[in-house]
């Protein structure tokens, strides 16, 4: 399972972003797929996870209404996005498979992270 | 702050066993198993150890990962320069409905 990231983003406050997540060597419906978050110096946090096969979305009570989380099967592609960005959102993204949603499951595959900068 | 506490660093010279630890509220810790994640500069973080203390296939049995009471351990034998990365433990929180990790442990090879 390979999970390949879009490349860094720079945006002003306000701006809005997407980022992607696609998978290869898999169909993105046989997994959840999860965005991690680590601010600069900081630990890892999830935000939330998505089943692609019926778009099932879960969320962090920290990031719920901050992001949405969605994805595309035909193509393979989770996203995560923003509509109105802040400088407190500069951080690594990081999406990661987990095969069952739930206690005692690790996430197994992770992609390389992309970089978000929000600066004005 | 994060839910499981990790020391910031920890430091050993090639050869040497050095261990990292997790703890936490005994009903996240106690309660639900442990993964621990390596995270090599530059790298997509990798699982490491899952459910406490099993290892993923490839993975050296130099890691090894245990549990006991409201903490858990990640150990490292036979340390290589190749070892030094972040190591992230995470857990299930109940009340989160969700994973939760450790604030990560900068691991240096000397």
């Known amino acids: 399972v390979q999970l390949v990231q879009s490349g860094a983003e720079l945006r002003r406050p306000g701006e809005s972003v997407r980022i992607s997540c696609t998978a290869s060597?898999?169909?993105?419906?046989?997994?959840?797929i999860a965005w991690v978050r680590q601010l600069p110096g900081k630990g890892l946090e999830w935000m939330g996870i998505?089943?692609?096969?019926?778009?099932?979305?879960r969320y962090s009570p920290s990031f719920k209404g901050q992001v949405t989380i969605s994805a595309d099967k035909s193509i393979n592609t989770a996203y995560l996005q923003w509509s109105s960005l802040e400088a407190s959102d500069t951080a690594m993204y990081y999406c990661?498979?987990?095969?069952?949603?739930?206690?005692?499951?690790?996430?197994?595959?992770w992609g390389q992270g992309t970089l978000v900068t929000v600066s004005s | 702050q994060s839910v499981l506490t990790q020391p910031p660093s920890a430091s050993g010279t090639p050869g040497q066993r050095v261990t990292i630890s997790c703890s936490g509220r005994?009903?996240?810790?106690?309660?639900?198993?442990v993964n621990w994640y390596q995270h090599l500069p530059g790298a997509a973080p990798k699982l490491l150890i899952y459910?406490?203390?099993q290892r993923p296939a490839g993975v050296p049995d130099r890691f090894s990962g245990s549990r006991s009471g409201s903490s858990a351990s990640l150990a490292i034998s036979g340390l290589q320069s190749e070892d030094e990365a972040d190591y992230h433990c995470?857990?299930?929180?109940?009340?989160?409905?969700?994973?939760?990790f450790g604030g990560g442990t900068k691991l240096t090879v000397l």
């Open positions: 990661a498979t987990m095969t069952i949603f739930g206690v005692e499951e690790p996430f197994d595959s």
């Open positions: 060597g898999y169909s993105l419906t046989a997994y959840w």
């Open positions: 998505i089943f692609p096969g019926d778009s099932d979305t």
């Open positions: 005994s009903s996240i810790v106690g309660t639900n198993t």
């Open positions: 459910r406490n203390n």
């Open positions: 995470a857990t299930w929180d109940d009340s989160l409905n969700g994973p939760v």
